[in-house]
């Protein structure tokens, strides 16, 4: 469907987006509207298997996105930042250009390396893999290029979401009870690291990662 083909392409183009922003404010609201992207895919998705075999089960997990990573979510981050000192300074170790040219070889290479791999003949299931594969790639690469915790969650949050991608496009997603487990997992994770940034910026009154250097022996 180009609908489909559409959301991947502007869930990929969503991680651009994100590298090359330099606020986190900012790192939220791309990781929020990236998922309601994933959450209008879903629902499509489910509209048809629904329409076609009766099944609500996809239609399930567009709501849990819904309600987990386009609203609890991101307002749990915004609660975190908010909670803590914050100093305007340089949020990542390399400049914004060189980060976003590094975020597009990244999706070239995923494309090529993909196409090749099911017969260098470009289709509908090895645009979805490359796109979706590329989300996972550069959400790692997003998440060690910043200096920040939230900035680093956000990335970890966007891996899911490439993983999520893959799943929902390529074979029209995961059985519930999986999905179910993974928020979950997902959602304890975020509380653990959102305590943990608490715990760094009363430790040593920033949220910058790269300062505890100073705490190694």
């Known amino acids: 469907m180009e609908i489909m083909q559409l959301l991947s392409v502007l869930i990929l183009l969503s991680c651009f987006v994100l590298v090359a922003n330099k606020r986190t404010k900012s790192y939220i609201r791309t990781f929020q509207a990236q ?14 298997n629904l329409s076609g075999h009766g099944a609500i089960e996809i239609m399930f ?3 849990l996105i819904v309600t987990l990573k386009v609203y609890y979510i991101p307002k749990l981050l915004s609660h975190t930042f908010a909670n803590v000192d914050y100093k305007v300074e340089k949020n990542f170790f390399y400049n914004i250009p060189l980060l976003v040219l590094v975020s597009c070889a990244i999706a070239v290479f995923n494309y090529f390396s993909i196409s090749s791999a099911i017969g260098g003949k470009p289709t509908e299931l ?3 893999l490359a796109n979706s594969v590329s989300v996972i790639f550069i959400g790692f690469f997003f998440m060690i290029s910043r200096k920040k915790a939230i900035g680093q969650i956000v990335g970890l949050l966007v891996m899911e979401n490439g993983i999520f991608v893959a799943a929902l496009f390529a074979s029209g997603g995961m059985p519930v009870l999986v999905d179910v487990g993974i928020f979950i997992d997902l959602i304890t994770a975020v ?10 910026n009363e430790e040593l009154e920033t949220t910058d990662i790269n300062k505890l250097k100073r705490l190694r022996g």
């Open 191 to 200: 509380i653990i690291m959102g305590i943990m940034v608490f715990k760094i």
């Open 126 to 128: 090895g645009m979805y």
């Open 35 to 48: 998922s309601a992207l994933l959450a209008i895919a879903a629902f499509i998705l489910g509209m048809e």
């Open 61 to 63: 997990v567009c709501l």
